[in-house]
């Protein structure tokens, strides 16, 4: 499975877009591009899924370019709620059902 | 509906002891999977059941076992436990048969600490 790196933390206040880039260098052709959030003593929750180009839903988006070696989360208008960790994943579900975690990233949102 | 139901929340228990931790599905979802998280080693992949039956293993001694019933619930059990063995366990559960990487949801996990 593909490796993934991304920024150990990051900080925002209120209201402001939060922009958070995973590096893939190695992404396999059939490889997806998957995001998952976790509050403190809770399990991950399924944020964003991606293949190429953009995908975009109630909670976020995430931005592919063509190289598919990086994706970008975005996060609109945070608030104090969207604190949390959010791990970037990438592979695909060929009979290796394991979800590889990453260290991921904390955001913590100011007021 | 329901989601992924984790039992018992919280649980203490001494190095030596052996303990069960239960985990019950989305309804129909087939397969069943475990991770360990600590804040030192992150969250690891433990095993994964589908129909009754182990797929796929994590790195982590034969201490760690589990199994799954016919209704797709799973237990998983750690057997002499040692302190390192304190953690957020997760149950993750997700439908068969569809190509894309994600539909896994995860249950609040079982805080097991080692004492």
């Known amino acids: 499975l593909a490796k993934t790196t991304q920024p150990i933390s990051m900080d925002s206040y209120e209201g402001q877009e939060v922009n958070i880039t995973c590096s893939h260098n190695?992404?396999?052709?059939?490889?997806?591009i998957t995001w998952y959030q976790q509050f403190p003593s809770q399990g991950p929750r399924f944020i964003i899924q991606?293949?190429?180009t953009k995908v975009t839903n109630e909670v976020a988006s995430l931005f592919i370019p063509a190289d598919r070696k990086s994706s970008t989360l975005s996060l609109p208008r945070v608030s104090l709620s969207d604190t949390a960790v959010y791990y970037c994943?990438?592979?695909?579900?060929?009979?290796?059902?394991?979800?590889?975690f990453g260290s991921g990233t904390r955001l913590q949102v100011q007021p | 509906k329901a989601g992924v139901t984790q039992t018992p929340r919280y649980l203490i228990k001494t190095r030596g002891q052996q303990v069960t931790l239960s985990c019950s599905p989305i309804?129909?979802?087939?397969?069943v999977s475990w991770y360990q998280q600590t804040p030192g080693q992150g969250l690891q992949f433990l095993f994964e059941?589908?129909?009754?039956?182990?797929?796929n293993k994590g790195n982590f001694p034969g201490r760690f076992s589990g199994r799954q019933f016919s209704n797709s619930r799973s237990e998983m059990n750690v057997s002499t436990l040692e302190l390192g063995d304190s953690a957020l366990y997760l149950c993750?559960?997700?439908?068969?048969?569809?190509?894309?990487?994600?539909?896994?949801?995860f249950g609040s996990g079982t805080r097991l600490t080692v004492v």
């Open positions: 993750a559960s997700s439908l068969e048969a569809h190509r894309e990487y994600y539909g896994y949801t």
């Open positions: 190695n992404i396999a052709t059939n490889d997806y």
């Open positions: 991606g293949y190429k």
């Open positions: 994943l990438v592979g695909n579900d060929t009979g290796r059902r394991a979800l590889t």
């Open positions: 309804s129909g979802h087939r397969s």
């Open positions: 059941y589908f129909s009754e039956t182990q797929r």
